[in-house]
């Protein structure tokens, strides 16, 4: 898979005749990580909604542009909080979702299959119905068939939130690992989820929303939780969170 970077501009988006936001625009960096912050309410969801083309009931418009020129619709895969894994269907048939959707998975496809399954360290879970696991497993099932589609944009609204802390920490390690080289675009409303995993940080806010950045903390993903860098940057962040969104620092390119 090669990495496959995209930019966005003139993004716009109002509900009920009131702006959100309106002429938002950022770079995603090939194979980079960037972690997208903001208030409850400031448009995080509705933005990753609208990158992936997904339904909006009201005005909304955003240009769309990439590395290769070429559409990113069908290169883009989601991950959301709830795992969406359906019921129904054996963890290993959850995975298989994508090519079953689209026909009749194959062999090789099963194969596959089972070995990203393994890549999350659930390959004894294959044949389980879902309800048998517990909600750090099923987000692993669901980051195995966010796998299974090899795209190389990944879009994730808060993957890791629905877990206990230390779990989350895992699914961190686990995602950075198995997702190296694609572009992820992750919101998420844990400032330190945002510094061990970004390699960028953007904070929606305002009124009008505007994109700003945070600086964040060197060294490589996932960053240790005690790095001293991350830990000074958690609370720096958190400040940030809560104050008004028109104070001078950072920029969007
Ligand atoms: N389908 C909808 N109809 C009307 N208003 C909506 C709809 N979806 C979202 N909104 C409004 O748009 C605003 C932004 O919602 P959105 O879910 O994008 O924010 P968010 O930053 O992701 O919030 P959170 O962090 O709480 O998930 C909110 O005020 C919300 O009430």
């Known amino acids: 898979m090669t990495s496959l970077g995209f930019s966005l501009s003139r993004a716009r988006l109002a509900f009920s005749g009131q702006w959100l ?10 194979g980079s990580w960037t972690g997208l912050l903001g208030r409850s309410g400031s448009g995080k969801s509705s933005l990753l909604r609208m990158i992936a083309d997904l339904p909006i009931p009201d005005t909304h418009d955003l240009a769309l542009s990439t590395g290769d020129q070429r559409p990113l619709a069908g ?10 894994l359906l019921p129904w269907r054996k963890v290993i048939d959850n995975v298989l979702l994508g090519p079953a959707l689209r026909g009749r998975p194959t062999a090789a496809q099963r194969q596959r299959a089972m070995a990203l399954l393994d890549d999350v360290g659930l390959s004894d879970k294959a044949e389980q119905w879902p ?8 987000q692993r099932v669901a980051l195995a068939r966010t796998l299974f589609e090899d795209a190389p944009v990944v879009l994730m609204d808060e993957p890791f939130s629905a877990v206990d802390a230390i779990t989350r920490l895992e699914l961190h390690e686990l995602a950075a690992r198995l ?9 998420t409303h844990d400032p330190l989820e945002a510094l061990r995993l970004s390699d960028r940080i953007l904070i929606l806010g305002g ?8 600086e964040v903390p060197g060294g490589q ?14 609370s720096q962040l958190v ?13 969007v390119s």
Not at 179 to 187: E, H, I, Q
């Open 179 to 187: 997702l190296a080289g694609r572009t992820v675009l992750l919101v």
């Open 221 to 234: 993903r996932p960053r240790a939780l005690d790095a001293p860098d991350v830990q000074r940057m958690q």
């Open 131 to 138: 309800k048998t696991l517990s909600g750090g497993q099923r």
């Open 239 to 251: 400040a940030r969170l809560h104050a008004p969104h028109g104070d001078p620092e950072g920029s």
């Open 21 to 30: 936001f309106d002429g938002l625009s950022a770079d995603f960096a090939p």
């Open 75 to 84: 290169r883009l895969a989601w991950m959301a909080q709830q795992d969406q």
């Open 207 to 214: 009124q009008p929303a505007s994109l700003r950045d945070f």
